[in-house]
């Protein structure tokens, strides 16, 4: 197993940092490796705020529901979809791009997630911890207007990284049998593969070093899923321009 593997396979969320702020140079630096991820038809769909005002960090805590993180992280970010940027070029061009549709969103969240997770591997490399804050979704009217997002701009995730004060038991991921098909989709294999994951899961929460519980995988996931999550997201998004039929 090769060194980026291993630093691949020991990623855990982190929550609570030392403080020590990141220097401008290091953000800069995982910023420009973040770029380097795959973009959709290269249109490169994102925009990060770097959050180092303290009133807004606070603010942007308080409306993602997570304000304990960011009073200890080094570094506090929101990632946007941005196709501003995009209906800028093309009036440069001396057309009105399309960006009102569904597929537009899908691209979006595919280059934001693509490029966060570049910028993930990079902060972990250096030996920093991190924690994607979906959060952000709670509020995304009000963490627009705090961070002056315009049309066509929408927040997907924030994320705090920082030095960890400690560092987490990697959770157990579903087994590869789960989630890897071969040349069609097998839904039969999931009743026992599934049982023999709550039993790990199981296992690992009643043993981990903090935050024990008894819990499962299925069951989690049947209370996380039994009803809508965040209904105003689509009245949100039209608000920013993404109305399609």
């Given at each position: 197993?090769?060194?980026?593997?291993?630093?691949l396979?020991?990623?855990?969320?982190?929550?609570?940092?030392?403080?020590?702020?990141i220097?401008?140079?290091?953000?800069?630096?995982?910023?420009?490796?973040?770029?380097?991820?795959?973009?959709?038809?290269?249109?490169?769909?994102?925009?990060?705020?770097?959050?180092?005002?303290?009133?807004?960090?606070?603010?942007?805590?308080?409306?993602?529901?997570?304000?304990?993180?960011?009073?200890?992280?080094?570094?506090?970010?929101?990632?946007?979809?941005?196709?501003?940027?995009?209906?800028?070029?093309?009036?440069?061009?001396?057309?009105?791009?399309?960006?009102?549709?569904?597929?537009?969103?899908?691209?979006?969240?595919?280059?934001?997630?693509?490029?966060?997770?570049?910028?993930?591997?990079?902060?972990?490399?250096?030996?920093?911890?991190?924690?994607?804050?979906g959060?952000?979704?709670?509020?995304?009217?009000?963490i627009?207007?705090?961070?002056?997002?315009?049309?066509?701009?929408?927040?997907?995730?924030?994320?705090?990284?920082?030095?960890?004060?400690?560092?987490?038991?990697?959770?157990?991921?579903?087994?590869?049998?789960?989630?890897?098909?071969?040349?069609s989709?097998?839904?039969?294999k999931?009743?026992?593969l599934?049982?023999?994951?709550?039993?790990?899961?199981?296992?690992?929460?009643?043993?981990?070093?903090?935050?024990?519980?008894?819990?499962?995988w299925?069951?989690?996931?049947?209370?996380?899923?039994?009803?809508?999550r965040?209904p105003?997201?689509?009245?949100?998004?039209?608000?920013k321009?993404?109305?399609?039929?």
């Open positions: 197993m090769n060194e980026v593997t291993k630093l396979q020991s990623h855990s969320s982190v929550r609570k940092y030392t403080g020590e702020p220097s401008k140079e290091t953000v800069i630096e995982l910023v420009k490796t973040a770029q380097m991820a795959a973009s959709s038809h290269f249109v490169q769909a994102y925009s990060i705020i770097w959050v180092t005002d303290e009133e807004k960090k606070a603010k942007l805590g308080e409306l993602s529901k997570n304000e304990f993180q960011f009073t200890t992280a080094g570094a506090s970010f929101l990632f946007c979809v941005d196709f501003k940027r995009l209906q800028i070029a093309g009036k440069k061009q001396g057309v009105d791009i399309v960006v009102d549709s569904a597929e537009n969103v899908m691209v979006g969240i595919a280059d934001v997630a693509i490029f966060a997770q570049n910028f993930v591997i990079a902060a972990e490399s250096h030996g920093y911890g991190i924690c994607y804050i959060g952000a979704r709670n509020n995304p009217a009000e627009s207007e705090l961070f002056d997002l315009p049309e066509y701009v929408f927040p997907l995730f924030a994320m705090t990284i920082g030095t960890p004060t400690k560092l987490n038991e990697t959770k157990p991921r579903l087994p590869v049998e789960a989630v890897l098909h071969e040349n989709y097998d839904v039969e999931y009743d026992s599934l049982d023999d994951y709550d039993s790990t899961m199981e296992s690992y929460y009643a043993s981990r070093s903090s935050n024990q519980k008894m819990a499962n299925t069951k989690q996931m049947a209370d996380f899923l039994l009803k809508q965040r105003h997201i689509k009245e949100f998004l039209a608000s321009g993404f109305t399609w039929k």
